[in-house]
């Protein structure tokens, strides 16, 4: 490192920039007139598209979308993200935002795309169909389902993503200083766009550290030594996440909202530490066997694993197969990075395990290049079936969500015209404010689905849950723009039971009356499931 820091013009950016620019516009000129490379990035693509068509024609206006499609205002610096409000500020031309959905989503996936290029380069891959099918896993695995799911956000996590999977190719391709630089640029990209999204950096690095060793990356990305691998590596994580957390304590911080700084609370420094980190590194792996453990769906990955540890041990040995799954598993450990150190569970929300996507394109990477090594290339076949469960739960959620939202929008339809009926009757002052009980229930469609696909129920959140403020989000765009009371500003405290009035209707989904001369409550039907929140 300190050779590193010596080197003539490490600190001087406009000299760097000067230099690199010739090189940086000939490298993209070159891969512009590939020929391989196109067919190979519209290959991806087209596939990105396909598996994502149901989410993109019927996935609208998703959560936190909906109050900035009506404000017009971003906000992301209060949780951390000041790159974020830049980048889709620019896209969208300045202030205030408009809902644009869902362009942003396909910048997305043509953006990922790219990066599925990238890395079965990396591999000496260049067949344009396993290309699309190991690209697949970056944006259309179950839990990036939700990332891509939102208008606005979904841009800045691709490109979250994007920047850390970069970061460790350039880390892992020929060591040069240049790349490690521009490799911490990128990973402190990444945690100012979104912050899980940068432990794709942990995951991919992990992963190439684990080809290299057996031989299966580009002769041109051999030449770099594991010791190094690592060493560069966690400087570069490292550093990015350092730089990242100073730059933000200078800038920022005081500008975080009570969301943020509840999320980022540590756990308490005890004697249960220890396995206080060890319960959240293995979360993830729980919530994946509670999403996906159920017979039949679990077979897909029970066949990847099977025939990725059976192409190990014929290619290179029962050795050498044990010391790669026991590596494996310790990636697989350290992929969360510094979410393990937060107080609250991470993993109930889909969308900050994005990294599972650089997992498993590089675990299909490495079967490809395995399969070609012993001349037994049926048994890429194996990885179809994952490919396939994947598009299955993509087309399960876009029907599902279509379904459950005109489930609510029938229901909330409802709601705003008893709320405009008590505001038509005589004698009556107009309501100003209003508290909500209750949470909507599901759909018979969504019910169904998600006995089969449980995470499916964390992606389809209710419109309306409780006293929340997303709930009153829902029902200003639906027409009743009352404001949120608090439970402890009534004297009288909730209603019980409805009794038909002159200031209450009462129906069999719902009670709305009056509580007070400025305030309208309305209760949902007591009964309904719990829903997870996201």
């Not at 230099?19 to 590939?34: H, I, L, N």
């Not at 060890?278 to 509670?290: F, T, Y």
Request: hydrophobic fraction near 55%; charged fraction near 15%; include cysteine.
């Amino acid at each position: 490192m300190a050779r590193l820091l010596r080197q003539p013009g490490f600190f001087d950016v406009s000299g760097f920039v000067a230099m690199e620019q010739p090189r940086v516009w000939s490298q993209c000129s070159d891969w512009v007139k590939d020929p391989d490379l196109r067919r190979q990035w519209w290959a991806a693509m087209v596939a990105g598209l396909a598996a994502l068509f149901p989410l993109l024609m019927s996935v609208d206006l998703y959560i936190d979308d909906i109050a900035r499609a009506m404000d017009g205002s971003l906000g992301w610096v209060r949780v951390g993200r000041p790159l974020a409000d830049a980048l889709v500020g620019w896209l969208n031309f300045g202030h205030p935002v408009t809902a644009v959905a869902p362009l942003n989503t396909v910048v997305a996936i043509v953006l990922l795309s790219a990066v599925g290029v990238a890395c079965a380069r990396a591999y000496g891959i260049r067949s344009p169909f396993w290309t699309a099918m190991a690209s697949l896993p970056l944006m259309a695995q179950p839990y990036a389902l939700q990332a891509l799911s939102y208008g606005f956000d979904a841009v800045f996590m691709a490109a979250a993503l994007a920047a850390a999977v970069v970061a460790a190719l350039l880390v892992n391709a020929q060591g040069r200083w240049r790349h490690v630089a521009v490799a911490l640029v990128l990973q402190l990209v990444a945690f100012n766009l979104y912050q899980p999204a940068a432990n794709g950096f942990l995951v991919m690095t992990g992963c190439l550290i684990i080809a290299a060793s057996l031989g299966l990356l580009h002769p041109t990305w051999q030449r770099q030594s594991l010791r190094a691998r690592l060493l560069v590596s966690a400087a570069v994580y490292g550093g990015g996440y350092g730089l990242y957390r100073l730059l933000f304590a200078l800038f920022f911080e005081h500008r975080l909202n009570r969301y943020a700084s509840s999320a980022a609370a540590f756990k308490p420094l005890d004697w249960q530490l220890p396995w206080a980190l060890l319960g959240s590194a293995l979360e993830p792996i729980q919530q994946v066997l509670r999403d996906f453990g159920a017979w039949p769906v679990v077979l897909p990955l029970i066949l990847l694993l099977l025939i990725y540890a059976g192409l190990l041990r014929a290619v290179c040995g029962w050795r050498t197969m044990a010391r790669v799954l026991a590596f494996s598993v310790v990636v697989l450990l350290l992929a969360p990075g510094g979410m393990v150190l937060l107080r609250e569970s991470f993993v109930r929300h889909p969308r900050v395990l994005l990294y599972f996507g650089p997992l498993l394109t590089s675990l299909i990477l490495q079967i490809l290049v395995l399969t070609r090594l012993q001349g037994r290339r049926i048994w890429r076949l194996g990885v179809l079936p994952l490919v396939w469960l994947m598009v299955v739960v993509s087309y399960a959620y876009g029907h599902a969500f279509a379904a459950q939202v005109s489930f609510e929008q029938g229901r909330l339809s409802r709601i705003v015209a008893a709320a405009s009926t008590l505001a038509a009757r005589e004698d009556q002052p107009p309501a100003q404010f209003l508290m909500v009980e209750g949470i909507m229930p599901r759909s018979p469609v969504l019910t169904n689905t998600v006995r089969k696909f449980p995470v499916i129920d964390r992606l389809i959140p209710p419109l309306l849950n409780g006293n929340q403020t997303f709930s009153f989000s829902q029902l200003r765009l639906y027409g009743l723009a009352l404001e949120k009371r608090r439970p402890e500003d009534l004297n009288e405290g909730w209603p019980k039971g409805c009794d038909p009035s002159p200031d209450a209707i009462c129906t069999s989904e719902f009670s709305l009356q009056r509580a007070g001369a400025d305030t309208l409550v309305l209760q949902l039907a007591p009964g309904s499931e719990v829903r997870p929140e996201t």
